[in-house]
């Protein structure tokens, strides 16, 4: 790929995520690429599957990319995070799913505030072989009576490309 340049473009750039759905990767069926080929425009998922919303304290959750080349080596981390607010049966029973789950995988959709939609734990070389796990779980009581209880989990899955963008069309939650 040869250098094209880069033109900021002017509109909004506030951050924050919209909505994280999460599925188990073992129930991704194909990845269809758009016609422009530079997004994902479906995502079929096995019969009776389907993608589950988490619900996340508000401004709580962040998605970031770390890109790094390393002795000819490029790598990805990928880092999804999300406070699912109390520590109570509920908190606990999600976090108990993420580590059943993880060793097979979990991808997820990452809709931010501006409605670009990212999806995260599949890429096109190696499918959902890379996919998100839980990397942490922090619960917290608080110190104090003022303090609020807390649960935050952060899945994150490392490989060699991008989050790949999806089409309005294949965001169907």
Same mark, same amino acid.
């Not at 750039?13 to 069926?29: F, P, T, W």
């Given at each position: 790929?040869? !250098?094209?340049?880069?033109?900021? $473009?002017?509109?909004?750039?506030?951050?924050?995520? %919209?909505?994280?759905? !999460? *599925?188990?990767?073992?129930?991704?069926?194909?990845?269809?690429?758009?016609?422009?080929?530079?997004?994902?425009?479906? =995502?079929?998922?096995?019969?009776?599957?389907?993608?589950?919303?988490? %619900?996340?304290?508000?401004?709580?959750?962040?998605?970031?990319?770390? /890109?790094?080349?390393?002795?000819?080596?490029?790598?990805?981390? @990928?880092?999804?995070?999300?406070?699912?607010?109390?520590?109570?049966?509920a908190s606990r029973q999600?976090? +108990?799913? !993420?580590? +059943?789950?993880s060793p097979c995988g979990? /991808?997820?959709? =990452? *809709?931010?505030?501006?409605?670009?939609?990212?999806?995260?734990?599949?890429?096109? $070389?190696? #499918?959902?072989? %890379?996919?998100? @796990?839980?990397?942490?779980?922090?619960?917290?009581?608080? %110190?104090?009576?003022?303090?609020?209880?807390? +649960?935050?989990?952060?899945? /994150?899955s490392t490989d060699t490309?991008?989050? #790949?963008?999806?089409?309005? +069309?294949?965001?169907?939650?």
């Amino acid at each position: 790929m040869a !250098l094209t340049g880069y033109q900021r $473009k002017c509109g909004k750039r506030s951050g924050g995520i %919209r909505s994280i759905a !999460l *599925v188990e990767a073992d129930k991704i069926q194909s990845v269809t690429k758009a016609p422009d080929g530079e997004r994902f425009s479906a =995502v079929e998922l096995n019969d009776g599957a389907s993608f589950v919303d988490y %619900r996340f304290e508000e401004d709580q959750a962040l998605y970031e990319e770390t /890109v790094s080349y390393d002795s000819g080596s490029l790598m990805v981390t @990928h880092s999804l995070s999300m406070a699912l607010g109390r520590m109570d049966a509920a908190s606990r029973q999600a976090v +108990e799913e !993420l580590i +059943e789950t993880s060793p097979c995988g979990i /991808v997820a959709i =990452v *809709v931010t505030n501006n409605g670009d939609a990212l999806l995260v734990g599949y890429s096109e $070389k190696f #499918g959902t072989e %890379r996919a998100l @796990h839980l990397d942490r779980s922090i619960g917290s009581t608080g %110190r104090k009576l003022s303090d609020s209880t807390s +649960e935050s989990i952060v899945l /994150v899955s490392t490989d060699t490309g991008k989050a #790949g963008l999806l089409t309005e +069309e294949a965001v169907v939650l």
